[in-house]
């Protein structure tokens, strides 16, 4: 680990001496070389690059990529929940039952036998509302994430869906159909 600390002094110090501050790492290796003799045209390529790293943070990317899907990436998803919503599926099977949109495992005080858990992400700290659900809803994570694994050992399908906590409203009637990689909303809350 001493040889990173070692490299970050130095380029620090760099940066420092040259006035350029984090702006030094929009530079390339071979770049640093010549520095001196060509402040005026790195300076310029140091502000091109950091007006296209600006516009590719805006780009919006899933939580998972997945090559069979190459073609949706940067594509925002419908910003009103429609009948049916894509999802990636993480653990086998389906079920339907009522959504209960969830930030913490603490905040899960109502939460029934039945309903399908739907938040950002788990940790082990989620696990005992598995006992209860029967299907978890994500917003990221893959086959190896918490979620998944543990849906699989309480034998639960589970699928990731960008922006869930956004597009399924807490008390929707929904169906996750983790064969097909579509959630279905069933009755939306209030007319169950």
């Not at 001493?2 to 130095?10: E, N, T």
């Amino acid at each position: 680990m001493m040889g990173y600390d070692l490299i970050r002094a130095v380029t620090e110090e760099l940066a420092e001496r040259w006035e350029l501050g984090g702006n030094l790492y929009f530079l390339r290796l071979d770049e640093l070389d010549g520095y001196r003799g060509r402040q005026a045209e790195l300076r310029a390529k140091i502000s091109s690059r950091r007006t296209r790293r600006e516009a590719l943070k805006r780009i919006d990317v899933g939580e998972i990529i997945d090559s069979a899907y190459l073609d949706s990436l940067g594509v925002r998803p419908r910003d009103e929940a429609g009948e049916t919503l894509e999802a990636r599926p993480v653990a086998a099977g389906s079920a339907e039952g009522v959504a209960r949109v969830v930030f913490a495992p603490d905040e899960a005080d109502r939460f029934d036998e039945g309903d399908i858990l739907v938040c950002p992400s788990t940790d082990p700290g989620w696990t005992p509302l598995f006992i209860r659900t029967a299907a978890l809803v994500v917003e990221r994570g893959g086959v190896l994430s918490h979620g998944a694994i543990v849906a699989r050992d309480f034998g639960i399908p589970a699928v990731v869906c960008r922006d869930a906590t956004r597009l399924i409203r807490q008390g929707d009637r929904i169906h996750v159909d983790d064969h097909n990689g579509r959630i279905t909303i069933i009755a939306p809350e209030g007319e169950r």
